[in-house]
Structures are given as C-alpha cells and as structure tokens.
C-alpha cells in the first residue's frame, strides 16, 4: 500500500516550483496577457528542454514517457503561478489524442515535435458526445462553425471531435493552415489562457483511430488535467490569501487574527486536502485501473472545479477592496478557476456522470 | 503508487473477517453508543474486548512488553477497517486504547506503564476521559477543577462535565489545576484517578437522543496518590496535546462514512418520489454524487496519511482536517437520508412506520454530537488556521 507520490514525482514538483517562481511570475503573467498570442515563448522553449513538453510522448519521439501523475504534478504547478500557454491542451491533451489514436505518420510527424515544443496541438472537445456541433464527411472532411478551442491561434493542428454523416464520434485532426480553416479569437474572461472560435468550411482532416473510445479517453485526461490545474491553484490563492491577512492591519491588528478569516481560510484547507487525493488517485487510474478512470475523472473534475471556483471567491473577499482591483493578482486565480470549471463542463455535469456510472 | 496491499496483509485481512464473522456478538451490545448499560450488558461489551485482544487484534502497534505486538501501522489500519465493515460493537475500553494507552506510552513511568497498560488491553479496567467542565469547553485551559498537593497525595475537587463512559468507568484520566497563580496553561497536571474512590460522585445526563452517554462528574475532597502523576507537575497541558494526535483510526472512520453513503442509497433507491425512485430525481442525484465523491475523498485522504506513517513522516496540516471534515461528512449523510425518507422523518426511530429500521434519526442527531464533541468544528477551524496556516492568535 503505498498512496502518495514517489520521490522523483515530489522532487518534480519542487523543482517546477522553483522554475515557475522565478521564471513565471505574475509580472510575466501579465506581460503574457498583454501580448498578441498570449503566451511566453522563452518560457515555453525552456519547459521543453526540460523535458515537460514531451512527459508523456514515448521515448523514440524523444519524450519521456512517463505517466498521468506525473503530469498531474507539473499541471498542479502550472495552476499555482497561472502559466499561461498551451501545455494543458497541447502536452496532455493533444499528445494523447496522437499517441492513442494517430497513424504512424501522424506519430511520427507530430509527436517529436510536441516533445521538442517546435509543434503545438490542440482540441475542439464538447463537453459530451450530444453536444458534438461538427460533421465530418468521408474522408475527413470537416464542417462546423463557431467551435471553442483554446489557443488556435498558436496551434499548428486541432484534434477534433466530430460526428460522422452516419452518427459515429469521429475524431479527426486537422492543421490550422489547411484551408477552410478560419480562427477569430475571442475576449476570454481569463486572462491567462487564449480561446478561439474556430470555422470548418469543408477543411480537409485526417481520421483518428478509435471513434467514441478515444474521445471519452480524451475527456477524461482533459478533466484530470483540468483537476490537476484547480488543485494547484486552489494552494495560490489560499497562499495568497493567508499570506494577506498577516501583514494588512485593522483594528490595530493582524486582519488574520479574527475568527472570521481563519475560518474563511480553514474552510479552504478543508475542501483542498481531500481534493488533493481525488487528483492524483484520478491521474493514476488514467494509466493503472481503466475500469475506474473515468469516474475517478469526473470525481475530479467535480469537485475540484468546485472548491477551487470557492476558494477563489472567498481568498479575493479576504483581501478586501484591494482584491477587487486590477493591480491585485489574486483575480487572475478567480478567473482561471471559472474557465476550469466550465471547460470540458461544469460539476453538475460531472456530478450526473458520477451518478450515471456509479449505477444508480 | 500502489493501491494494493502485500499478500500476507490480504491473507491477514481475511483472517481477520473470518474471525469477526464467527465472533461477532450476535445481539444485545448495540453499538456501544445506545442500549441500556445495565451490569450484563457491561460484562458482555468488555468479554467482547477481551475476546478480540486474546484472538491478537488490539493494540497491534503498542510495544511488546505491554501487551502490543509492535506491528507496522497497516496490521491496526486492516483490523480497524473490518470492525467497521463488520459492524463490529464498539470497544467499550477504546478511551483507554486510543487516548490513554499512547500517552503512557511516551510519557508515563515504569511503574505506571506495567500497572495500567495490560488491563487496558483486557477491558479489566475502563477508562473515562476527564476534560471538560462547565465552565471550560472550546477554552479547556481555563479549567478549574483543583489539585492540592497535601503530602504524597493530591487532594481534588471541582467538577467535570460531558463525561462519557464514567457510569461504568474504573478509571478517569485528568486534567486539573495545580498552579492557580501560572499563566492558565502551565499550571495544569495531568494525573490517574481511581472512580471508586470516595468523594466522587457520577450524575447521569441525558442527551437529546434520549440516551444516558455522558455525565457530570463531582469531586469532593478526593485524595490521590502522587505517583498517579503523568509527565511532570504543571507540565499536562503538553500531555494532553500530545494525546490528541494518537487518534488515527482514519481507514475505520473512512469505512464507516461509506457504508452511510451505501446505506443512504440504498434508501433512496427504494423510496418513490413523483412517480420514480428518489435516485431518478435530478437534484436528488446531484446530492448523492457530491456525497459520493466527498466520502471517496475521505477515503483516498485516509489512504494518503496511512502511506504517510508507514514512511515515517510525521503528519502535517492534512492531518488537522480529518476531525472537522470527517464528522460534518457523517452528519450531511445523515440528513440527505431524513430528506428522503420525506414524512416519515418526523418519526421517532421507535416508532412502527420508521423507515430503515430507525436507523437514520438516531444517526443524525448523533453525528451531530460528534461534530460537537472533541473540540465542535469552530475549533478545529481555529486549530487549522493557528497550527496548520499560522494565522496569528487572538488570544
């Protein structure tokens, strides 16, 4: 029995601590959100040579092969400084979509370069198969207009779901450049992440291997790893928060001296340290228990999009009037829990998931 | 990461199961927390502890020559989880085992380690745990109950309140004052009294379940001897804290949150609402799954902190949650199910049309007890933010 992660995943950890506390502050956060594609190419490059781009590619891409949890640790990292950029959707997402369902050419063309951060993928998922708004003809051919897809605007392909002309869940990749592709970006309530609606106008796609199979595999690492970045999230704004009320002074004394705020901040403790379990025990049923995955997933996804959306609420209320203004940091972190829990749908969704597959 | 456990603890745990399913008092020992405690029923509950320790399933961890056998923490963690998977009677000694016992052990002398550690064990001797007092709740250091030093005996008087178990206690562990003048924390003791010792008198109350489970407790010029001491005159408060953090018994209490949960579903699934099962109500539904998940959380945690004593570390702000988390859990359970069972929540669980055998109005008001007891969920929240965040004291 042995439920907690190993040496290498906890020193993983610490290091991307280190790296994103020096290298991601919320200065270049907010330089990131100032700039046309929002993201930090410097940063990006680095995380690549580090080998966090390709964690999960297979070694003769030249990634790492490693595993779920690994990544759910770097994405909980990733939550706390609100890196922005493609990662989640790319290293996670995407690579999976091309390692699970992509023919060895399509491997072979994009996975080193997902490793090597020369190549960006993303994804058009809906939330579930009913919401599935575009067609793919046969051949690939995709049709569909307005689709949400985060950070098209620096993606060289989006693997997309989308619904064959006889109803089949047919996964499709297609490149940004093909024509018939056209991207409008879109003003994203948070700051640190790109979204895009996305038009196919007939735009020519390769099929996927694994129709249905493959796009819940893809919702469901999509929910971990969207767990994964609240989790990490949630400790920053309850860092944040806590750190506050130590030094702002009222009634001549420390504001977290009064009851009010360390119940406030208790209350967070107590919904994040449990969550923390559901994370990493949904990361590693990604790869070690399939039977479970996918409810362990929409646990995940549930609760954590839901404390860390909480959490967020109450640390910008403890910062009083300061953590309503733009200046203050702390609403990057209550706007990112929001983007978390609508994308890849919202705990009631998940909760009915939960429901759905526990049989009753 | 490893979600299994090794075959000689599957083969252990079958063990014990199978040992449970042939010794498990068949009747009349309730749960340890109701019944009528009538001397039969108290010579039963304790032959069921003596039973459980001879068959080798108490206190696995303690040190051999008190009667332990120094296992690693998984062996008490597997046999904690079959009691309650079981439904096993409550150990009617299990202040002594959980709270005492690991006290003496760090910090009490020979003597009292050889004295009192092996009818712990046995149920020979019950301990009740004397803290509170009507005047030192949440604010337990302000307590007042005083100890005067007169030769080698303490003289004690005062009284304790919320005392659970002293009806039928042989023993009582302490605090009281022993220096009015220090700061309110130094000047507490930690000492041993024997309940059968003139001057103290137990007066029952009954709790809002009807029950008697806890009791008022009078001392009236009650002589103890000095050796009853435990750690150093004025030091008990250190004692007392150190005692808090022996309770981790946190796969059991994860069990018994899930066969609640299973318990409820079951009744939603079998209660009609509109037409349909009260599991096909889509709000309904999202309750059952949030607790769901919530319970599962508690179990994965407790699963976290098992895999964290077996390596040695020492618990951290993770650990502060388990109390204020785990108790709130129960007693949402409790209510989803008074919620679902409709009109006939309004029923006393002794009446005929009480659904689930009365099981639920009991549980509810009982888990609230629990939220209360040990330090209520705004003191845990204190203890989070001041231990755990260190937020600054406002006291």
Redesign the interface.
């Known amino acids: 029995m042995d439920f907690g992660l190993s040496d290498e995943q906890l020193q993983l950890k610490q290091s991307a601590r280190e790296l994103l506390a020096a290298e991601c502050s919320t200065a270049a956060v907010r330089k990131a959100m100032a700039s046309e594609d929002g993201t930090l190419p410097e940063l990006y490059r680095e995380i690549a040579k580090l080998g966090w781009t390709g964690l999960i590619v297979p070694e003769k891409f030249g990634g790492a092969a490693l595993g779920m949890l690994d990544m759910a640790v770097l994405l909980e990292e990733q939550g706390y400084a609100a890196m922005p950029g493609p990662f989640l959707f790319s290293s996670a997402v995407a690579a999976e979509a091309i390692i699970r369902g992509g023919s060895d050419e399509a491997r072979e063309k994009w996975l080193g370069g997902i490793a090597d951060g020369s190549a960006i993928g993303t994804v058009a998922l809906a939330e579930d198969a009913g919401s599935i708004a575009v067609v793919a003809k046969k051949g690939g051919r995709l049709s569909g207009r307005g689709i949400f897809v985060p950070y098209a605007n620096l993606a060289d392909f989006i693997v997309v779901a989308a619904r064959s002309e006889d109803g089949q869940v047919a996964m499709t990749l297609v490149e940004t450049k093909a024509a018939g592709v056209t991207i409008r970006m879109l003003k994203n309530l948070d700051l640190t992440r790109r979204l895009a609606a996305v038009d196919f106008d007939d735009a020519a796609g390769a099929s996927l291997s694994g129709g249905e199979s493959l796009y819940r595999r893809l919702l469901d690492v999509g929910a971990v790893a969207i767990a994964a970045d609240s989790l990490g999230g949630m400790q920053r704004a309850l860092d944040m928060a806590v750190d506050y009320s130590k030094v702002r002074e009222q009634f001549g004394k420390p504001i977290g001296s009064f009851q009010a705020l360390k119940h406030a901040a208790a209350e967070i403790v107590a919904d994040l340290e449990p969550a923390r379990s559901l994370v990493w025990y949904a990361a590693y049923a990604l790869d070690a228990i399939p039977s479970e995955a996918s409810r362990a997933a929409a646990m995940a996804k549930a609760r954590l999009c839901e404390v860390y959306s909480r959490a967020t609420d109450r640390a910008v209320l403890m910062h009083g009037g300061i953590g309503f203004t733009w200046e203050h940091d702390i609403h990057l972190w209550f706007k990112r829990a929001r983007f978390n829990e609508s994308y890849l749908g919202s705990p009631a969704y998940h909760r009915e998931r939960v429901a759905q597959l526990g049989g009753y | 990461?490893?979600?299994?456990?090794?075959r000689e603890?599957e083969e252990f745990r079958l063990k014990v199961r199978a040992f449970l399913e042939e010794n498990i008092p068949k009747s009349g020992l309730g749960d340890g927390r109701e019944g009528n405690q009538d001397k039969a029923w108290l010579e039963r509950a304790k032959a069921w502890q003596r039973k459980l320790y001879e068959a080798g399933y108490v206190a696995l961890a303690w040190p051999k020559e008190f009667g332990g056998q120094a296992m690693d923490p998984?062996r008490q963690s597997i046999v904690n989880d079959e009691l309650v998977r079981a439904k096993a009677p409550y150990l009617i000694g299990s202040s002594g085992l959980g709270m005492l016992g690991p006290t003496l052990i760090s910090w009490g002398t020979e003597e009292q380690k050889k004295r009192y550690l092996p009818k712990i064990l046995t149920a020979e001797e019950i301990w009740c745990q004397g803290y509170s007092e009507p005047g030192s709740g949440s604010d337990l250091a302000s307590l007042r109950t005083r100890a005067e030093t007169v030769g080698d005996e303490f003289v004690v008087n005062g009284q304790k309140v919320w005392t659970s178990g002293a009806q039928y206690s042989d023993m009582m562990f302490c605090l009281v004052r022993t220096d009015p003048e220090a700061p309110k924390h130094r000047g507490i003791s930690y000492i041993l009294i024997n309940m059968h010792t003139p001057g103290i008198t137990v007066r029952p109350l009954v709790q809002m379940t009807g029950d008697r489970g806890f009791n008022e407790v009078f001392f009236d010029n009650v002589r103890v001897p000095r050796k009853n001491l435990v750690g150093k005159l004025n030091e008990g408060w250190i004692v007392a804290n150190a005692t808090l953090f022996h309770e981790r018994n946190m796969l059991g209490s994860a069990s018994g949150s899930e066969q609640r949960f299973n318990r409820l579903?079951a009744l939603?699934?079998s209660v009609n609402r509109g037409g349909r099962p009260l599991?096909k109500d889509?709000v309904f539904?999202?309750r059952?799954?949030?607790l769901?998940?919530?319970v599962?959380?508690?179990r994965?945690?407790a699963?976290?902190q098992?895999?964290?004593q077996?390596?040695g570390r020492n618990p951290g702000?993770?650990a502060?949650?388990n109390k204020?988390?785990g108790t709130e859990l129960n007693h949402d359970l409790a209510t989803a199910a008074m919620e679902a069972m409709g009109d006939c929540s309004m029923l006393a669980r002794d009446d005929e049309r009480a659904l689930d055998k009365g099981y639920w109005p009991y549980e509810w008001m009982f888990s609230l007890g629990l939220v209360i007891g040990g330090g209520t969920s705004?003191i845990?929240?204190?203890i989070?933010?001041?231990r755990?965040?260190?937020?600054?004291?406002?006291r």
């Not at chain 2, 990461?1 to 090794?6: A, H, I, K, Q, V």
């Open positions: 990461m490893d979600l299994n456990f090794t603890e998984v579903l939603a699934k599991t889509p539904r999202q059952l799954a949030d769901e998940i919530k599962q959380a508690m994965l945690h699963m976290r098992l895999t964290d077996i390596r702000i993770e502060m949650i204020l988390v705004h845990q929240k204190n989070i933010a001041e755990g965040l260190k937020m600054p004291k406002s």
